[in-house]
């Protein structure tokens, strides 16, 4: 079966309930292959879902309209009563559950599909509370560090290799492909696939302690050569920064507290527990998605990181306020 | 009138005077503490689940004013994360399986026709244990320490590391503690049902309900060990550091394990007294039999049974391997099946009947509504693939908010319409009733049904806001004002229970019309509960006899001391008659003594030591030879 032919249903459906936004971080609107598997079976369970109810209410309306029409008793007899009992209480769930059970595993296999050895291959690393995203080459070596966003290209399967750095958490775009977890000590794989460019949200499906609610991330998908110029992109170190205004912003972030904790490839930032912030100019968000990744939010977060995201584990820094304005314009030109 | 007087009006012989005598409980503020009666203890723990309800519901109330509006600043998060998670723990430890626990207690000796539990001071210690570790639990949150990591619990993030402070140690030791409560109950009423019928009630004369505490009761004591186990490891490794769930060394994937072995089956504990109470409901408003009662105690017994199969559904999106979890579907969904029976023989005797719509059957259909919606969403739920998708969404918190309070609450509410009158001797009133339903119906799915709608755009559970821009905002809204409206409902039922404790009609001893043994004594029932233990010919024994006819009794059972009288396994033959302790403090003072030692073990390891010892000097004084130990074991020799 074909999804596309559902679609204007679940189109229907999540527009006449929510305009503002739909298909932003929704499972009603797949835009991938699994996604899409995943919806068509929901829709058909929902049909059959529908009619069992429909089933059980009726035979429960009519039986009673049945008894006070005709003003006394009219209970059926022990046979109708067994026979109902044995075709809609046994038999009906047993045939039910079996065509459930079988498509379920159907389903199921294209999640468990495997995907082509040379398929490019990202790895997640979950953090409290926020991504730390690897490329890898196919000897599986990190070539491109990078968090919070991931960049896909369109059409093409992209193997995960999910973990966690501390406690579980959950990678799940929904768009894309339900949620597998990351657990400690144990690396679990999935995929994705994008089927059309855009910006997909994701977000932590397990809880993760204090901030999970804003432990949530992007996937970007593109055409398969603007991810190729991002890729390679990323790969380059930082420039070192020609401008003097960048120059003293550089200056400012090399000499606080900042490098314990991120790095900039291309200098001697190096920090390790943090988000990689060598391309951090070209990205959409702050702070694990949670707020656009503008001059005032920066602003604000570098100065108070708990006003925006209270209980995550940065530090807040003092800076006079040239010192902040120069290391805003360098953190915004790392691109 | 109270109950002493009114028996002396209706009978001043010389029997009622001292059956009255012998099963009284001490009066007064200090004989309080002492009382260990069935009806008493069965009360209490009845009433004390209501009260964690309303907790439980509190905490509701405030998590949905704060998802009410995106971005909101209501509750911080570290106190949403301890409100979640206190509602999770009341809902499930501290309300759900001790209410139910609570009405099989006060309902299972009346519908068996004896006049005790078996095990009248373990029944008390039980009572205690519940309460302390509930007065614990909230202690806790009021202070500001409870546990932020969800009624799960997962490790890591409930490992010292990532939770340290005291909430997760109060999380882990009183829910053992916790534990001991229900596995006490469970046990007595296991020994209660099985040998304390009334002369004649073979197995399957026994009321549907009395099969269904039966199978909770087996399900408490194979479902409760593995999380006490579980929660005393993580304890472990919390106190005094051993490597449990530690991931490297151990494993935090067992932990999961273990939780949903105990988990999965606890819904079922849940739900299973509650499908008991439908049966006996139906029987009693459509006042005819249920149509197949072996059918429907096999499927008791099944999806107990299932119940044990299933845990793995809670765990799919933790890597397994497929075929392992698709193994898993196949069984989830497996329990639709006993399911699915049960629903359409109660359908059948409905059919054609013009059963009395009195507002416990508007529960029961109600429940019709809602469990079956419920059930249907956990099939889906069962698949692999889908699940990947709403697992710990608001989808999920739709579904079983769908199955707990439908599969639970509704009928628990039907169950309290229906029994109240033999709680109390007067009856719920009907209008008020009728609005409650009415309103908590309503309410209930304005709340819960867009949840479904919400899981599936991707919000997920246990957060404490969301961004604007993902235009959750007007539905949570919605699902809030709809919240606003089933606590009205809930509301007005507390409003009844009380309005009727003074003003409800005066209810007589049977006035359903029922057909089970409750009914045959006075509302509510004496401290010996029969004066005489009634003789039962067939399944239905107060519809064999006519309004005023006399029960067959037994007689020979001696009413100077507490005795009852104990029969055979199956069928229920005399076998001898037994003597039940009395009134006793000490049945406080251990469960004081346990609770400081497991409490204390949050604190100090010597308290542990400290606590057996108290133990064993609660469990002396408890065990401490009596005149009446001395008297029957002369008798005997
Ligand atoms: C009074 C009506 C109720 C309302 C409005 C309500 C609402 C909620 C809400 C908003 C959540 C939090 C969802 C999240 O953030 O993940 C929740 C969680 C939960 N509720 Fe209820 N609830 C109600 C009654 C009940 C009842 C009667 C039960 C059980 C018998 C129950 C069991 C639970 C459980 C087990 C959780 C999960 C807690 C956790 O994630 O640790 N609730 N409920
Ligand atoms: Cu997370």
Known sequence: MDLRRLRPVSLVLSVALLSACAGHQSALDPQGPVAERITLFFWIMVSVAGVILALVLVLLVAGQFRGWRQRQHRPLTYIQSRNLVIAAGLVMPVVVLLAFSLSSAATDRVLGKPLPEDALTIEVIGHQWWWEVHYLDNRQN???????????????PVRLLLKSADVIHSFWVPNLNGKTDLIPGKTNTSWVQADRSGTFRGQCGEFCGLQHARMAFLVEAQPAAEFQAWLDRQKQPAATPADPALARGQEVFLSSQC????????????GRVAPDLTHFGSRQTLAAASVPNSRGHLAGWILNPQSIKPGNFMPPTQLAPDDLSALLDYLHSLR | MTEHERTQVIDSSEETRLLTEVWRSPPGFFGWFTHVNQTSIGKRFIITGFVFFVLGGLLAALMRIQLSAPENNFLPPDLYNQIFTMHGITMMFLFAVPIMEGFAIYIVPLMLGTRDMSFPRLNAFGYYVYLIAGVAMYLALFLGMAPAVGWFAYPPLADARYSPGMGVDFYATVITFMEISALAAAVELIATIFKQRAPGMSLNRMPLFVWAVLVMSFMIVFAMPPLMVGSVMLALDRTVGTHFFIPGAGDPLLWQHLFWFFGHPEVYIILIPALGMISDIL??????????????????VAIGFIGFGLWVHHMYTTGMPHLASNFFTAASSMVAIPSGVQIFCWLATLWGTRPRFATPLLYVLGFFFIFVIGGLSGVMVASVPF???????????????????????????GGLYYWYPKLTGRLMNETLGKVSFWL?????????FPMHYLGLQGMPRRVYTYLEPLGWGDINLFVSLSAGLLALGFLSSFINIFWSLKRGEPAGDNPWHA????????????????????VVIERHPLWEYQEGQDIPVVTGIRSDRRELLVTSLLDAHPQYRAVMPGPSVWPLLLAVAVGIG????????????????????????????????????????
């Open chain 1, 142 to 156: 990190r070539i491109v560090t990078t968090a919070n966003e991931i960049h896909i290209p369109v059409g093409q």
């Open chain 1, 259 to 270: 490098i314990m904790c991120h790095s900039v490839r291309g200098t001697r930032a190096q």
């Open chain 2, 283 to 300: 029987t009693t408003f459509t006042q005819r039999p249920v149509f197949g009662y072996t059918a429907l105690v096999l499927s008791l």
């Open chain 2, 387 to 413: 699940d990947t998708q709403v697992h710990d969404t608001y989808f999920l918190v739709a579904h079983f908010h769908y199955v707990l309070i439908g599969g639970a609450v509704f009928p628990l509410f």
């Open chain 2, 440 to 448: 908590t119906f309503i309410g209930f799915n304005l709340t819960f």
């Open chain 2, 515 to 534: 057909d089970s043994l409750e009914w045959g004594t006075s509302s509510p029932p004496p401290a010996y509960n029969f004066r005489h233990i009634p």
């Open chain 2, 598 to 637: 497991f409490g204390g073990f949050m604190f100090h390891n010597i308290f542990p030591v400290v606590g057996f010892v108290l133990s064993f000097i609660a469990l002396a004084g408890w065990f401490w030879p009596r005149e009446l130990t001395r008297e029957v074991r002369e008798e005997s020799s």
